[in-house]
Structure formats: C-alpha cells, structure tokens
C-alpha cells in the first residue's frame, strides 16, 4: 500500500490553456478515493498522470516516498482498471489474468496459484477456462479487475470502470468493488462522472470542476455542507433547486414578487437560495411560495413534481415520498415551502454563505 501526495500538479497541452489548474491533495494509504466532477474537468486527466500516461507539467507526484514525476509507469507499484475491458480475445480468462505475472517471470505454478486466489474473491473461478467472447459485461469487468489485482500493486486506479454497464450490473459490481477494497485494504483511486457513485464508494471523495479543485470531504459532508453552489448542486441524487433571491430582510428571503422564504441568516442582496428537492413540501394554500404543477414523475416509492413558482421561469423540483398519497395533476395550483433549517444560501461568487443552520 502506498499514499499518494498532489502537490501544485499543473498540466498544459503545448500553447493552450490549464488542464490543472495547480492542485494539492492528499490520498492516505489505504483509502479509497474518488474524483467526480462533469466531462472535461480534469479528472481522468490527473488520474492518467498518477499513473505515468501524462506528463505533469509543473508540481510533484509522491507515491509512498517515492517522487514519481518521472518514474516510468511500469515501475511506480499502480494497476490501473480503464472503462473498455482491453481482453486478449484469443486467451482464457485465466491467461488474461496471469499474463502480468507471465512476463515479470513467474512460475506456471506462482501464476496458477496467484490467479485462483484472486478469482475466488472476485467469485470467477467457474470462469477461468472461457475466452472474453463467451463472458457477459459484468463478467468481463470483474476479470479486468482481476489482471489488475494478481500484480498485488500498491495504488489500484479505476477509470470510469463501470460506464459500459447496465443500471443493475452497476450498483452490483459497486457493492463488489467496496467489498474488494474492504477486503484487500490498499489505496484506490476512482474516477467517475456519477455522483451517486461517488457518494456510495468513496471514503472521502473530491469534486472536479474546470481543472481545480471545488471542495474535498466525505460524502455526506459534501451533501450537507457544500462548500460551493457547483458542489451542491452536482451532490445529491436529484438536483438542488436554486432560487435567485432579490434581498433578504428579518430572516425572510424575497424570492419573486409572491414568495419569501425563512432563512437563518441576516440581510443581504443579491443571493442564491438552494433547497434539495427531499426538503420541500407542499403546504396548504397561503401558508407557502405559489406555483403551478408542470410534470409529475412516478418513482414507485416517491414522485417528483416539478413546478414554475409564480411570476418566474425558474422550475423547481419537489420529492414526496409514497406514490400518489396526495393527488396531484399537471396545471395544479400548489403552496411549496422548505423544511426548517434546510435552506443554503449563496453569494454572487457561488461560495456558502453559512454552513446549514
């Protein structure tokens, strides 16, 4: 195992613009560790670097005591597990999973030994004599973690490793993944684009956005305490609802002409409000915000109504839990109003105001 140190990691492309923008972070050995972040904010890219496939422009990479900038990939102790499978189609699975150990020179017994180890964890031994062509895409996914495991590597990389799955397959080799890190306790680092991903896998997980860094913490800190609009708005299964708030007066935001909102904060102009679509809740008439019913999304055990409050081109989400408890319609009049103490507020920069009261 192995901890991994970011210390001002830059990258540029020739003449054009930061990749990275300076980063500093620190991964503890044996942590598992997990960049999220949209398409394009550098997060595959730092990962790549990490691994010796990118050069780092400026900054150090430390794994373990080791300064890595120009250490060769082979030689940093890192596995790395990409989104496509990358299988020799003409070897078994078996083969594929030993072929590291095969060229570093181990034994046909050593081989035999390490991959039948490695395939009862992953619960693929029934597996072992079949070519890639006869595997299903879970399947092939768990031996690309295995060729990766057998080399016994001291940083394990994951790369989007689940993007070509299916909804179900995902949350399984999710909960496989976590079960293997638990296990084999040595330091991972996972990118993802899926927040939910992120949430459920990661000790700490760390928010990407336009090459730098938006915030760092463990998953539930992240949802309660976003640091940044960006990060509350990207954390969390549906997305915050966000309401531009003209001024706040008495503990009262003025959201629109027909609405005002308690908040626990003091005066101020020119904010943004953020309520979680979980935190809302539909009052009796004259006790909320006014809006209008646009699309109502059955989920089985919640439903999503999504609303225009009144005078605004600003839509909102609101989830209730049970399905058709309350009878609802498109074109329906309703009274919203958020949980007390579950408000955010946001300066014009997009930084937290105040931690969640």
Not at 156 to 180: G, M
Not at 198 to 213: K, P, S
């Amino acid at each position: 195992m192995a901890a991994i140190s970011l210390r001002g990691i830059r990258k540029t492309y020739g003449a054009g613009p930061e990749v990275l923008k300076g980063l500093d972070l620190e991964i503890a050995n044996g942590e598992l560790m997990v960049f999220v972040g949209p398409s394009g904010c550098g997060k595959s890219t730092l990962l790549r670097m990490i691994a010796g496939l990118e050069d780092i422009s400026a900054g150090q990479l430390l794994i373990g005591d080791m300064l890595a900038n120009d250490v060769p990939p082979a030689a940093r102790g890192i596995a790395m597990v990409f989104q496509s499978y990358a299988l020799y189609p003409h070897m078994t699975v078996a083969e594929n999973m030993g072929f590291a150990l095969k060229l570093s020179g181990s034994t046909k017994p050593q081989q035999r030994e390490a991959v039948g180890k490695v395939a009862e964890i992953l619960q693929i031994t029934h597996l072992l004599e079949r070519k890639p062509k006869a595997l299903s895409g879970g399947e092939r996914q768990r031996v690309a973690i295995g060729r990766a495991i057998v080399r016994q590597p001291a940083v394990f990389l994951f790369d989007e490793p689940l993007s070509n799955l299916d909804a179900s397959l995902r949350v399984q080799t999710r909960i496989e993944l976590a079960k293997l890190h638990k296990e084999l306790g040595t330091t991972m680092v996972y990118v993802t684009h899926d927040q939910v991903e992120a949430m459920t896998l990661g000790q700490r997980v760390a928010v990407f956005n336009g090459g730098h860094l938006e915030q760092v913490g463990a998953p539930l800190a992240l949802y309660r305490a976003p640091a940044t609009r960006f990060v509350a708005g990207f954390i969390g299964a549906l997305r915050m609802n966000f309401l531009p708030c003209r001024e706040l007066v008495g503990g009262r935001a003025q959201v629109g002409a027909h609405c005002s909102i308690p908040v626990p904060a003091a005066d101020a102009r020119d904010i943004t409000l953020g309520i979680r679509p979980e935190h809302m809740r539909i009052v009796a008439p004259g006790q909320g915000c006014p809006a209008t019913i646009s699309l109502i999304e059955q989920l089985g055990d919640a439903q999503i109504v999504h609303a225009t409050p009144r005078a605004s081109t600003h839509s909102i989400a609101i989830k209730l839990h049970g399905s058709g408890e309350i009878a609802l319609r498109p074109g329906q009049e309703i009274d919203f109003a958020a949980q007390d103490g579950q408000v955010f507020l946001f300066d014009a920069d997009g930084r937290a105001m105040e931690a969640r009261q």
